[in-house]
């Protein structure tokens, strides 16, 4: 199983310009989650349906994060970090729960404080992965 049956949005058949791609796109997915984060807004009963959207989309960049880190891990025959991605999961499993039950308090709580934790984490390991990264 190589690095070039992850993703197919890349068009580079070379590994290392597959992982090359990678490592930026990880980066700046990740950039992009941080600031929309720090643009959701209150986290206000009359604002839960806009809360509710901006979290679908950002779950959706989470999750093409993680494939993005999941394909440079592959490239690179680095170890994935499964704890992190498991926390990550679970965080994105509380909010989706937390919004279902309109629990603002929680949702609040899961994304200042153990969603900001975990990619602050997942930052670290994308800029470790990123210097390691073969240049073409």
Same mark, same amino acid.
């Given at each position: 199983?190589? !690095? /070039?049956?992850? /993703?197919? &949005? ?6 290392? &310009?597959?992982? +090359? ?6 980066? @700046?997915?990740?950039?992009?989650? =941080?600031?929309?984060?720090?643009? +959701? ?6 604002? +839960?349906?806009? =809360?509710? *959207? @901006?979290?679908? *989309? ?11 880190? %999941? =394909?440079?891990?592959? !490239? ?5 970090? *499964?704890?992190?991605? #498991? %926390?990550?999961?679970?965080? /994105? ?14 949702? $609040? ?9 975990? #990619? %602050?984490?997942?930052? &670290?390991?994308?800029? @470790? $992965?990123? %210097? ?5």
């Amino acid at each position: 199983d190589d !690095c /070039m049956s992850g /993703m197919t &949005t890349f068009s580079s058949a070379e590994p290392k &310009t597959v992982a +090359l791609e990678a490592a930026g796109l990880s980066a @700046q997915l990740l950039a992009d989650i =941080l600031i929309d984060l720090d643009t +959701l807004g209150e986290f206000a009963p009359e604002n +839960l349906p806009f =809360l509710a *959207r @901006q979290i679908g *989309r950002l779950s959706s960049e989470v999750g093409t994060f993680v494939e993005a880190q %999941a =394909l440079l891990s592959k !490239c690179l025959g680095t170890p994935r970090d *499964r704890s992190l991605h #498991l %926390a990550l999961l679970g965080i /994105m499993t509380a909010i989706s729960v937390a919004i279902k039950n309109s629990d603002l308090p929680a949702l $609040e709580d899961l994304i200042k404080h153990d969603l900001k934790d975990n #990619l %602050a984490q997942w930052k &670290t390991v994308t800029l @470790q $992965e990123t %210097a390691r990264t073969p240049k073409p």
